[in-house]
């Protein structure tokens, strides 16, 4: 098997990464396999710890409550299983964030009059003022951290992502995971639409 060689001449492999290439190739190892999945594991929580560190830690927000804050701020208000879809994680992981959130006046809770079982999460102006503050100083960071990338390279890792992450859940519904499969978060994004289309047409002026 040649999948080792790439990396004894690729000089943009760290020498950690080299080494561990060669004592797993040497074991029956997929080098290549390997150094995607340990590149996407690793680089993600580079990126993230990062951008957690300078555009989240001086607004006393962590990644959890940033990321319920953008999607409550992008779909609209939602329940916290639709959150647990949006996010893909179970309704507990949502809760404690949610928590947070609402004794800082970001969010607040509104039980259903039809279904007093069901919470519906939804930002306050405070929670509206600071998202929309922190998504700019977050994406300024997306484009710092990915300067040295093409246009096209971008796409395409972004798309290569997306791919390896399809993958990832269709493997995971295949072997039975214990976790229901989420459904697709973009219906919630055609809800939002619907919905923000909706209110546009009720704030707008009658016209004579």
């Known amino acids: ?35 995607v999945v340990y ?24 990644h959890a409550g940033f990321v319920v804050l953008m999607s409550v701020w992008i779909t609209g208000p939602r329940e916290t299983r639709e ?6 994680v179970t309704k507990g992981a949502i809760v404690g964030a949610v928590d947070t959130l609402e004794r800082r006046g970001l969010v607040a809770r509104e039980r259903s009059l039809e279904d007093r079982r069901f919470v519906t999460v939804k930002l306050t102006d ?28 971008r796409r395409t890792l972004a798309a290569l992502c997306r791919k390896v992450g399809h993958s990832a859940r269709a493997l995971r519904r295949s072997r039975g995971g214990a976790t229901p499969h989420l459904p697709d ?20 002026p009658t016209q004579r």
């Open 1 to 35: 098997m040649l999948n080792d060689m790439p990396s004894r001449q690729d000089p943009t492999i760290p020498p950690f990464e080299e080494s561990m290439r060669e004592f797993l190739s040497a074991r029956g190892t997929d080098a290549d396999a390997q150094s």
């Open 39 to 62: 590149n996407l594991d690793n680089g993600a929580l580079s990126v993230v710890s990062a951008l957690e560190f300078l555009a989240l830690r001086p607004h006393d927000l962590t």
């Open 83 to 88: 959150l647990a879809a949006i996010l893909r």
């Open 126 to 153: 405070e929670g509206t003022d600071l998202i929309s503050r922190v998504q700019k100083d977050w994406h300024a960071l997306e484009r710092e951290v990915t300067a040295d990338l093409t246009d096209r390279e």
């Open 185 to 204: 978060p973009a219906r919630f994004l055609k809800t939002a639409r619907k919905s923000s289309a909706t209110e546009e047409v009720h704030r707008a």
